[in-house]
């Protein structure tokens, strides 16, 4: 009986021929949480506006975040994910098809912490210009973010700042050096974004050498290489500080991890062989989207991932967990199948392609001890059970969404079911109405204006929401989370609205979830979606900023109240 130490270790069979193969020597359960009942909120960082941020949210804005939510007693920021992006316009601003899963965004850079600032004149001559000052204003009064824009702003300074860098070579060159040898894979990936600029056009129409992944630094701009190369240092310990501050303070970061990455992003081309190429990721119909869905980037091949003994998923869950406290596995089901579309075919044709979760959870376990952080995944939707049980096995913790949990209470049903102990509640998520939407039926009015329904479907929608509203506020009163029982919710002003929504908060807070998470907008009263899953031109997703900035929110009352109250109720004491 042979106990091997956790960790990844080799088996070698020597023979007439040799042969080896990984062995994962796992803890069954991943990292367990501190706090037995802690809470965060959530806001999407480019969301996240400040008086001094240059109109998306920072990595200082995120710092500021977090040390108002300690201060008021809570544990985590929750964001979407930041990593890596192409700002040249060449497709959707999603966080969720990243350029690469490897690597950071520099648009959230804060430009003025950068220490060569305080010794490049040419920089902050710039910076002082009355020109850039007025790009700023105009980037800061956008209605919608123009993260493309503040990209380009950054971009600017930044290349003064590395040429500044690499031609001065000061006493900081050695962590810049330090640094590459800890992220081994920032060089290729400098020459790859430097390629790109330099072709215009996606790695798939690049000369076939360079397409197969040869990459000599002959054969790319020197500038735009060292850039790519500093923006990953400098943004990797920006976050990286933002992480250690909150962990001293005993809170931290709650990172996503996206399915997917770009097609014409770098890990598809420099891990092509880890993805299967031919076919996307995508969901089957189902009564939401009755054509089903075509994602549009390749998945994970099962068998090659294997025979490379998971290096890129590993290396993914490397550099989330890193800054990260608390890590959100989407599409968590994706550890276990995963519905694939063939190329030039419809949903309709497509299959089920699945992969080994047994060893994805072990990997888990391993990475998630490693990097001392709680694993949450996304099961949102219609789960086949035995995904569950295997969440519950390993001790992955599961998403309670009340809004997707509610029910009308018919037949003296509870409209709510038991929030589970290992879980993450909250009200709704990234992809659903806000809640004020979500009383208000405005999701349902953008569903009809964009023609997705109509006539009797839209009767039963209005029919089904009116119901769920009412047995919502049934429940809310019964409890006694909602005083009172004057007002209905049709026909309340926003005043009743926000009692409904502060009771909602309320119920979750004294429940047993391990953690809840607060959707910052959701006390703002916000009713405009940060995402319409389905849509693309239609609608501007993630492009609309928070409605109050973080300087304004920290002063708001009802919102500093509210949290106050949640902190108390989730550590046992009531309202």
Partial sequence: DVRLPPGYHRLVVEGVAEAGTLLIS?????????????????????????????????????????????????????????????????????????ASRLFWDEAYVDVERVPELDRCAEARALLGSAAFRRRLD??????????????????????????????????????????????????????????????????????????????????????????????????????????RKARASGAGLYLDLPLGVNPDGYDVWRERSA???????????????????????????????????????????????????????????????????????????????????DEFYAILALESRRGDALIVGEDLGTVPRFVRQALSRHGVHRSYVLQEELRSGRGGRSPLPPVPVNSVASLNTHDMAPFASFLQEKDIERRVALGWIDGPVL????????????????????????????????????????????????????????????????????????NIPGTTSEYPNWRRPARRRLEQVQVMPEVVDTLRTIDRLRRGSTP
């Fill in 275 to 357: 993805f299967l190429f031919g076919a996307s990721a995508g969901a089957p119909p189902d009564s939401f989207f009755r054509e089903g869905q075509d994602w549009g980037f390749p998945p994970l091949h099962p068998e090659t991932v294997r025979q490379q003994h998971y290096r890129y998923p590993i290396a993914c869950l490397r550099h989330l967990l890193t800054p990260a406290r608390v890590l959100r596995i989407d599409h968590v089901m994706g550890l276990h199948r995963l519905f694939c579309v063939p190329a030039g075919s419809d949903p309709q044709q497509g299959a089920y392609v699945r992969y080994r979760p």
């Fill in 26 to 98: 796992a803890p069954k359960l991943v990292r367990s949480p501190d706090r037995e009942r802690g809470w965060g909120v959530f806001l999407p960082l480019y969301a996240l506006r400040s008086e001094r941020s240059w109109g998306i949210g920072d990595f200082t804005d995120l710092e500021a975040l977090l040390d108002w939510v300690t201060g008021l007693g809570g544990d985590v920021v929750a964001t979407l994910p930041l990593f890596a992006a192409f700002s040249d316009g060449r497709s959707q601003p999603s966080p969720y098809s990243p």
């Fill in 459 to 530: 009767r039963r929608e209005r029919a089904r929401r009116r119901r769920l509203r009412r047995a919502l506020v049934r429940f809310l009163r019964s409890s006694g989370k909602l005083p009172g029982t004057g007002g209905s919710p049709e026909r309340g002003g926003v005043a009743l609205r926000r009692r409904i929504l502060r009771a909602s908060l309320f119920h979750l807070a004294e429940s047993p979830a391990r953690m809840v998470i607060v959707n910052l907008e959701d006390l703002l009263m916000e009713t405009r979606p940060q």
């Fill in 138 to 243: 105009v980037l800061r009064s956008r209605p919608l973010t123009d993260t493309g824009g503040v990209a380009a702003a950054k971009r600017e300074v930044l290349e003064m700042l590395a040429r500044h860098f690499f031609s001065e070579r000061p006493g900081r060159m050695a962590d810049l050096r330090a640094f590459v040898r800890g992220a081994p894979t920032v060089e290729d990936y400098a020459r790859f974004r430097a390629a790109g600029e330099r072709h215009g056009r996606p790695w798939a129409a690049w000369p076939a050498s360079e397409r197969d992944g040869s990459l000599p630094r002959r054969r790319v701009d020197e500038d735009a290489r060292r850039y790519h190369l500093y923006v990953q240092w400098i943004a990797a310990g920006q976050l990286a500080e933002v992480g």
